[in-house]
């Protein structure tokens, strides 16, 4: 049941620390410097050429989080959406693993570019929540992000830790295919190994009530980011479109000034992401959107040069650039949960949408 909470929602919200430690649980080895994915054997990547991620809604956004840091990894990858495999998909040899991210295991859109990498000769890989789940039944392999059951329809703990997965995975793509583990691993484990406390600080300390509550009425909401912080700020805007039926829309903060600019007025509150991937950037990006009378909300440090000249706060701990964005993503469910609950929307059962989409 949903226990003290008023929806599952917000639940599933809060229960990110468990989550995110019973992901990782047995799988890094901070002591050491070293990833413990026991669920593949030694080597297993070593001839991995590329990588090819296909996913959908939210599971595409930690899709496309996994590929952005496996290319900052040094390995070419690239993320899909799973309903436009069918028509245009990128070439698949013996050398290219397709991973197909889906928490239910069961979206038909995944499934099917699933079979077709497969049918292809690709080697597949699935990370889903669902043990015995279609895509863990015909993928060669899965790795399982153990989050428990997500009832909420607007997915929350399963994102997070299919993020993080998707980040072990690439990072242990990167050390099979090299010989040995990446530079910056060292000091990426302690960080890991730190978010659920993280997680639990952004919890206990957030202002997200309070911004929703005074960018309330508005008339559309921006979120930005860039590098990691993208697929945050897509994420951002999904969540909020889905559970508060206002418009909501999604952009690289680089992009702003070609074209969204056009629609950014006073009534278009930005919220800003900054993760440490070229931030002086999205700061100059989320100014010129200020310029036009936006409201700026930054979602950073504390110390972050964004909060001197931002409307609004949402504060997230320092970590590492690679983790930064799921400390931002907490504090956007949050905003969204807020802005959802003042409407009176129905939070766990959104209007028109269903948890797991088994038709193309
Ligand atoms: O079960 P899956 O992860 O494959 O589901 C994919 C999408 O249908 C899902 O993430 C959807 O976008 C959520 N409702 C978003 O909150």
């Known amino acids: 049941g949903k226990g003290e909470y008023d929806h599952y929602m917000k639940k599933e919200i809060h229960e990110q620390p468990t989550s995110l430690a019973q ?77 197909a991210v889906t928490q239910s295991g069961e979206t038909a859109d995944t499934l099917s570019a699933l079979r077709q990498a497969r049918a292809n000769g690709a080697y597949t890989v699935t990370v889903t929540n669902v043990v015995g ?61 730190a978010m659920p406390d993280e997680i639990e600080r952004v919890l206990e300390s957030s202002d997200a009530a309070s911004i929703a509550d005074r960018y309330r009425g508005s008339r559309s909401y921006f979120f930005i980011g860039r590098g990691l912080g993208y697929p945050v700020a897509l994420e951002g805007a999904l969540k909020f479109k889905e559970i508060t039926y206002e418009h ?12 969204p600019l056009a629609l950014v007025t006073s009534e278009t509150p930005v919220f800003a992401v900054f993760t440490g991937d070229e931030d002086e950037k999205t700061l100059k990006n989320a100014e010129e959107a200020q310029t036009r009378g ?11 040069p964004a909060v001197e000249i931002a409307d609004a706060h949402l504060e997230i701990p320092d970590t590492s650039a690679a983790l930064a964005g799921l400390l931002a993503n907490v504090q956007l469910q949050l905003v969204s949960y807020h802005a959802a609950n003042f409407l009176d929307r129905p939070i766990d059962k959104p209007r028109n949408l269903a948890k797991s989409v088994t038709v193309e």
């Not at 909501?248 to 074209?259: I, V, Y």
């Open 23 to 99: 992901a990782i649980e047995g799988r890094i080895d901070p002591e050491n410097g070293r990833i413990a994915l026991a669920d593949f054997g030694p080597g297993t990547f070593a001839d991995v050429s590329s990588v090819q991620f296909v996913a959908c809604g939210t599971s595409y956004h930690a899709a496309l989080y996994g590929s952005l840091s496996l290319n900052q990894a040094g390995v070419h990858s690239t993320a899909l959406l799973a309903n436009e495999y069918s028509v245009a998909a990128p070439p698949v040899d013996d050398e290219t693993l397709v991973v």
């Open 248 to 259: 909501a829309e999604g952009f690289a903060s680089g992009e702003l000034k070609h074209g």
């Open 133 to 193: 789940s279609t895509a863990a039944r015909e993928a060669d392999d899965a790795l399982f992000i153990r989050a428990g059951p997500e009832i909420g329809v607007a997915a929350t703990k399963t994102f997070s830790s299919q993020a993080v997965m998707l980040t072990l995975l690439g990072q242990r793509i990167a050390a099979d295919r090299r010989g040995k583990p990446p530079a910056d691993l060292e000091s990426l484990l302690p960080d890991l190994a």
């Open 294 to 304: 936006a409201p700026l909300i930054a979602v950073c440090p504390d110390d972050h």
